[in-house]
């Protein structure tokens, strides 16, 4: 019975959108207590894992560790979750540590509680009603929700793609365009399409690279 209030309960969760104000919070982490208005100005990436001392999440976590620096060069912070408790947490990056040589450099909620795990739909049942799914949470430096990723238990996730969606997100602010599929920095980008008939006959006129009038690229 009260596995099955737990499961109605999480299924009552909304989830949160792309574009919402990110779910406030404030927690306790290996870092002390923290909030997430404390990343105000400042990128952050917000991901989650099943549990401590378990085997894809310690690569994981040697990866994050591995694109920390690239983080802090794109004004980006990094923040773990999981339903564990802060002594394990330093017990386990401890034993990282020991046993691999990688220190990890930023933080980790303790979410005993689920509470934040709930805020951010963290939990999915068809996946695990007691442990969060493998989430990354892009918010921007006006705490807005720009990405969010899913991953099942079974399944370690993708540095690189995490580095270059932020890349993206960060063209696409100082320069007002969109990126195409697969673009890395220094490749074309698409230039916004045009929004009346005028606009878009002389869009073929001014010098960027169209397949036709809806998509053009150009250089930066």
């Known amino acids: 019975m009260e596995k099955e209030l737990e499961e109605k309960k999480i299924e009552e969760v909304h989830l949160p959108l792309l574009g919402d104000q990110a779910p406030d919070f404030e927690a306790d982490t290996t870092f002390a207590k923290l909030r997430l208005k404390d990343f105000r100005g400042k990128w952050l990436v917000l991901f989650s894992h099943p549990a401590d001392f378990t085997p894809v999440c310690t690569t994981e976590f040697i990866a994050f560790a591995k694109i920390h620096d ?102 696409t602010d100082k320069h007002g365009v969109a990126t195409p599929a697969n673009w890395r920095p220094g490749d074309e980008v698409v230039v916004p399409p045009p929004k009346t008939q005028e606009m878009a006959e002389k869009r073929m006129t001014e010098g960027y690279e169209c397949i036709d009038w809806y998509l053009c690229k150009k250089k930066l």
Not at 84 to 113: C, M, Q, Y
Not at 128 to 145: K, N
Request: with cysteine; charged share 25%.
């Open 70 to 171: 690239e983080l802090k060069k794109r004004n980006t912070e990094l923040m773990g979750l999981s339903i564990d408790s802060v002594s394990s947490h330093i017990t386990w990056i401890r034993n990282i540590e020991e046993k691999v040589g990688v220190r990890i450099p930023f933080p980790i909620i303790a979410d005993l509680s689920k509470e934040i795990a709930m805020k951010y739909g963290m939990i999915h049942p068809g996946q695990s009603s007691t442990a969060t799914v493998r989430c990354v949470f892009v918010i921007d430096p006006e705490g807005i929700l720009r990405a969010m990723l899913y991953y099942p238990l079974t399944n370690g996730r993708n540095m690189d793609e995490i580095l270059r969606i932020i890349d993206a997100f960060q063209t």
